[in-house]
């Protein structure tokens, strides 16, 4: 494990997800030029998971949930995910295994379970991150967090009136639980079809979203939606053409479950209600459906409340940053994002696409930043 000093960094990076483990396989390199002779001093640093237990978000996750791409294109930096010998593609528990042994084969200096509470300006410079296990300072923070724990929870009209369960994909661990129950899914992206497909076979499942389904061709994986994105940010940055992106295929990957579930019309979605009732949902024509439970596939935004303190300008409901390659604060250029989608850098929130912009921020933080 890399030396640190106490309390005392170069380096924090907050989030020992995928994103985290992939700057730290970067950071590692650099110790490893150093060592080597390659290179200078290289950082100290350190990286705080809220976790209990390695694995990321995937630890999380329902138990069919599956990736959009076989294992041979699903890893990070370094060392090649294991092969997924079951049907379909790797399991979330498979991804969280992955994770595990990728922190343990580099040693990386994860420290858990750390919640960061603020991450303030320092006098004279850096950061000093407040945590429930004491102080951290550093003179750069590499913001990692993901958006898990910030789920997007709907309040329509009549939720307070809703006599049945309510939960979020985050608190989904598989169909048990709703055998035999009615059970409404809300949410026309992966999530929704994905759990909606799930509970098919053993739920009376009404299928919810705001737009008609759109799945993307069944030969597209994450391969090749990591692809069309990074074609789409080298177009912008280039001034081209850029084609609507992934966008413009569609909403849904059609991974073998759910391309099964809708092969057999298990998958035929209703339009969005109009409000909760008592016993269920209705529809804007006043159709009442039954539902002793809701689960809303509404996405999450990404994790930045301990930010707080530092004021950040905003652009378009996320901080404003200087372009890609690597997505640093304009406010507090000590301050670095990663692994929140598109705007960090081509699919960053994916396995397949986060090393690139790992590799991109932890270039820019050793070669931009005094330490």
Not at 125 to 149: C, E, F, H, L, P
Not at 234 to 259: K, M, T, W
Not at 272 to 301: H, N, Y
Request: hydrophobic share 40%; net charge neutral; with cysteine.
């Amino acid at each position: 494990m890399p030396v640190t000093s106490g309390r005392n960094v170069d380096v924090l990076v907050i989030g020992g997800g995928q994103a985290g483990l992939a700057a730290g396989f970067y950071l590692n390199r650099l110790r490893r030029d150093e060592a080597s002779g390659r290179s200078g001093p290289a950082p100290t640093f350190a990286i705080l998971d809220a976790n209990a237990e390695p694995g990321g978000a995937w630890q999380h996750y329902w138990n069919s949930l599956e990736l959009f791409s076989p294992a041979a294109y699903s890893s990070l930096p370094g060392y090649r995910m294991p092969a997924w010998k079951g049907e379909g593609n790797p399991s979330a528990d498979h991804v969280a295994n992955y994770l595990r042994t990728y922190e343990s084969r580099y040693d990386l200096p994860v420290h858990r379970p750390v919640r960061v509470q603020a991450v303030r300006a320092a006098d004279g410079g850096g950061y000093v991150t407040d945590t429930d296990r004491g102080q951290w300072t550093s003179r750069v923070v590499i913001n990692a967090t993901g958006s898990w724990n910030t789920p997007q929870f709907p309040r329509p009209p009549g939720s307070d009136r809703f006599a049945g369960q309510q939960l979020h994909t985050a608190g989904y661990r598989g169909p048990e639980p709703y055998a035999g129950r009615n059970v409404v899914v809300v949410g026309g992206g992966n999530s929704g079809a994905q759990i909606a497909a799930d509970l098919a076979p053993t739920a009376a499942v009404t299928w919810v979203t705001r737009n008609p389904p759109r799945y993307l061709p069944d030969d597209v994986d994450g391969r090749a939606l990591f692809d069309i994105a990074t074609r789409r940010v080298r177009a912008l940055a280039a001034g081209e053409p850029e084609g609507g992106g992934v966008a413009s295929l569609g909403d849904i990957v059609a991974v073998p479950s759910v391309r099964a579930a809708r092969d057999a019309g298990l998958l035929d979605a209703r339009p969005m209600f109009s409000r909760l009732t008592p016993g269920g949902v209705q529809e804007e024509d006043g159709k009442q459906l039954d539902a002793d439970v809701i689960i809303w596939c509404t996405g999450f935004r990404p994790d930045l409340q301990h930010l707080q303190p530092l004021g950040l300008t905003t652009r378009n409901g996320v901080p404003a940053t200087d372009a890609l390659p690597a997505t640093r604060s304009v406010d507090s250029p000590g301050l670095f994002f990663l692994g929140y989608g598109d705007w960090c850098g081509p699919a960053s929130a994916t396995l397949i696409g986060v090393g690139a912009a790992a590799r991109d921020t932890v270039a820019a933080v050793a070669g931009s930043v005094s330490l």
